[in-house]
């Protein structure tokens, strides 16, 4: 039997992100044929957006199936070490902010991906001193935006050379107890396979929510979960 979170998607982009090819309406309609309960549709943002008051109506008129529950998001990449995120003011109607990484959150800014490996290569700061910031950055952000999602959590540790069995068990318990403390939803992405079965398990005893996403940027993919459904079924239970 498969896990229940299989039955939602709560990450899946449309054209109103610049790099996504299928319509809110298509991928409705994927939604409703895979048998879905929930999708949450989510377009990418900055501080500059200014078309999130249209993505909320045009969600709104959308006609959806019975049985398919439909809500919203944006997602919005972490800044800096403070938890700053790249968000413009939200009209109601938003849902949930999916929080990112991106890039780097720096002590004094995003850093991107090569930057930060460049970075830890020449010694400017230590792997170790990287995964603190990222984790505390990750935990300040859900602080100051509590209620809301952790978008494919870690999968910035790969590009910058970095990966998840580094960050040991108490690292990853800081990172849960922030997401139990602030009512943070931990989704677990199809795209980039993570957060891994370390992290999962330590979000799991700290009690915080995990939803399935796919992070689909064409509606074909709505839906369908092998890693996902890998990793759930290896949470047990
Ligand atoms: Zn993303
Ligand atoms: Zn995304």
Redesign the pocket.
Known sequence: MSHPALRGDH?V?STF?DDAVSTLEENVAVAAAAGLVELRL?D?VRVDTAWVPEFVDAVRRLEVPDGLTVRTGV?AKMLDASGTLDLPPLPPGVDRV?I?DHQFPGPDGPWSPTATRERIADGRISAEAALDLLVGATVAAVTRHPGNQL??AFSILPKIGLDEDLLGAERLAAWAAGCAATGTVVEVNE?WGCPGPAALAAARHAGVALVAST?S?DARDVGRYDRVARLLAGLGG
């Open positions: 990450h982009h992100s989510v990418h997602e999916l990112a978008a494919h795209k992070d940027h």
